[in-house]
Structures are given as C-alpha cells and as structure tokens.
C-alpha cells in the first residue's frame, strides 16, 4: 500500500520542530501549528497539479534533485532565517508562479492569523522541507521520478482532503483549488444541513449530539458520511428514543483522520488530537508491516520511538480537553489499537527480532493503552 505523502511530511513537524520554526520566524506557535497544518496539504496539492503535465513533472524532477533531506532542526541550522526564506520562496515562485504563492500566502495567513507576511515566511521554511522529505521518500522507496510523479497525482484527492475546512474555502476563493472539487465539501455540507432538519424531530439532547457527529464526520468520505448521517439519523428519529439518538451520535468516530480536520473540540492550543494521532498511526502503518529481520526492525526502531513520543505529546495535550472530549478521543485510540496489536504481534513472532525491536515496541504498547484510558 502506498504511504500517504502527507503523513510523510507531516511527521517531520513535531511539537518541538514546530517551536523551532515559530522562534527562527519569529511567528507564534499556535498560529505556526495551525498555518503549517494548512500550508503543506496545499503545497502537496499544488504540486500534484504541476506534475500533471510533462513539462510540470520535468521542471518538478529539477527541483527535487537539487533538495537535501535531514530533520526540521538541520535545515533550520544550516540557514539564516531570511536566507532559506528567501530560497525556499523563489523556489516555490519558480514552481507555481509568484502570483500563486502571494495568494497561497494571503489564504494561509488569513486562515491561521500570522498575516500574509508571516504564511510568506512560513511557506518559504515549508518549501524546502516538503520537496526534501519527498526526494529523501523517492530513495527510500526506490523510485525514479515517474514513480514519486504518479504517487503525487493519484493521492491529489486524498491530499485535499487534509487541507483545513476553512483554508479550503478560501484557496477556491482565490482560484487556486477547483471549484468542482472544492464542491464536494460544499455537496457534504448540504447533506449535514439536510440531516439536522431530520434530526430536528428529536429532542435538544439529539440535536446538539448530532452536531458534534456532523463535525466528526468530516473527515470521512464526503458522500459516504452524507448518507451514512441522513440514513442513521432518519432511522434512529423514528425507531429509537431520544435519549438513544442522542448517545449514538456522540459516540461515532471517524475511522481515520487527516491533518487540520478533527472535531473543533479535540483541538489544544491549535493541535488538532485527533488528526496527530490518526497521522501516527499511519506512521504505524508504514514502518511495522516492513519489519521482516534484524536489519529491517533495527531501522524501524527509531519511528516506532518517534510514534511513542507523539503519542506522549498527545497525553499531555489531552489533559487540557473536556471530559466528554477526552472520552471521544480514548475511543478513537481504543479502535485502532487492535489493528496495531496485530502488527506488532507478527513483528515479535518474528526469530531473531524480538531483542532488537521488543522495547520500542512494548513502549508503544504501554502509551496506546494509557492514552485509551485517557
């Protein structure tokens, strides 16, 4: 299974990278979480659409191999602030277009509240980390350019549904997101409004729990979740008491999650929880099923210690979130532990790597299940 480029990316960007970017900015952290949340599915995005054309995938291969890949913390310590702003913003220029870029950077800083000028900056840092993690992703996976070219086109609709709700609207706004794509967000929202007039007939109990499932289900596949939120609703209005519609809805989790589209209510100072822990768990997803000797769980050993430190990031956080929230939060782990389970079973089934791989592992263990229990 393909590795989903904006997970790839995404995990450079921990809690202490993104303190490093917001103090080498001089930005805000929060205001840098939330515009960085936004500004690399869009990238991605936008570079799925340069690849689409032969001489777009050509001038995309030249300026990938001129990237060097390494941690947030090494590319930030090899440049001063202005000089890789600067690089990275005539790099991306190049790419898309000065024009393109001042819109991105005015959606962007609209969006989170750093400002055009501070999303210009941010972009420019971005720049360099989204096409080096993709180059570094290119030699890991073993791919030539129409190899990484294809993955980019045929995850564009997977990557855009990581852009935030509300930066979507206003990069269709600017022209730089089709309209007919951006439309599906709009056809789900039609559905949710739909749906709320026939959970009207319950109780104000239903209502408000329908609401917090309406945001949840965002992150699902948009027609899906449509009709999924207008049949169950329907069906529940009618056959199930109010008290019964009510539970239901509060407690629906969405099977996976994307960066900037979690719940409002699982978001701590401008993290979205949910979003961080489905990401990890796609890091999960990549690095056990490649686990087959000594050699293959030695590599895989720092991203599964890496995966335990964000979770433990996402502990602290959740301290800061409402009861009922933290409950919605320990569900959605609960639901993906099993599967995690599974895999970290076939790994120490393995001879020969219980040693190597076996305390990461159960450190893992040890933090999904405290964090289920949150």
């Known amino acids: 299974m393909a590795i989903n480029l904006t997970s790839v990316v995404m995990q450079l960007l921990t809690p202490e990278a993104i303190a490093q970017i917001s103090s080498f900015l001089g930005l805000d952290r929060s205001a840098t979480q939330k515009a960085a949340g936004g500004a690399i599915p869009a990238l991605l995005a936008g570079l799925s659409d340069l690849v689409s054309t032969p001489a777009g995938a050509s001038q995309f291969s030249k300026v990938l191999s001129q990237q060097k890949s390494g941690s947030v913390t090494d590319i930030l310590r090899n440049a001063s602030p202005q000089g890789l702003v600067d690089t990275g913003s005539n790099m991306l220029s190049g790419l898309f277009g000065e024009g393109t870029m001042g819109a991105l950077a005015q959606a962007v800083g609209s969006f989170a509240g750093t400002g055009t000028g501070g999303a210009k900056s941010l972009l420019g840092v971005l720049g360099p980390i989204v096409l080096g993690t993709l180059g570094q992703h290119q030699r890991d996976m073993g791919l030539d350019t129409n190899g990484l070219t294809s993955l980019l086109r ?10 935030p709700l509300g930066l979507t609207d206003q990069l269709s706004a600017a022209g730089l997101i089709d309209r007919a794509e951006a439309g599906a967000r709009s056809g789900m929202e039609a559905a949710s409004v739909g749906a709320s007039r026939i959970g009207g007939a319950t109780s104000a109990a239903g209502q408000t729990a329908y609401n917090s499932a309406s945001r949840a289900a965002t992150q699902w596949p948009y027609w899906l979740a449509g009709l999924v939120i207008l049949g169950g609703l329907a069906w529940y209005a009618s056959e199930r008491p109010d008290t019964q519609v009510a539970e239901h809805a509060t407690t629906m989790q969405p099977a996976t999650g994307t960066v900037g589209m979690a719940p409002a209510d699982l978001t701590v100072d401008g993290v979205n929880l949910s979003n ?38 996402i502990s602290m956080l959740a301290t800061k979130l409402s009861p009922t929230a933290r409950s919605a939060l320990a569900k959605q782990v609960a639901a993906a532990t099993s599967s995690i389970d599974q895999m970290c079973d076939k790994v120490t089934a393995i001879p020969g790597i219980g040693a190597v791989a076996k305390l990461a592992i159960d450190d893992l263990r040890g933090k999904l299940d405290a964090l289920s229990r949150t």
């Open 154 to 163: 045929s995850q564009k609709d997977q990557i855009l549904r990581a852009v």
């Open 276 to 313: 961080k822990f489905s990401s990890s768990v796609d890091a999960l997803k990549a690095a056990l099923p490649g686990i087959t000797d000594a050699d293959t769980a030695q590599a895989a050993v720092p991203k599964i210690n890496e995966v335990t430190s964000q979770l433990n990031d």
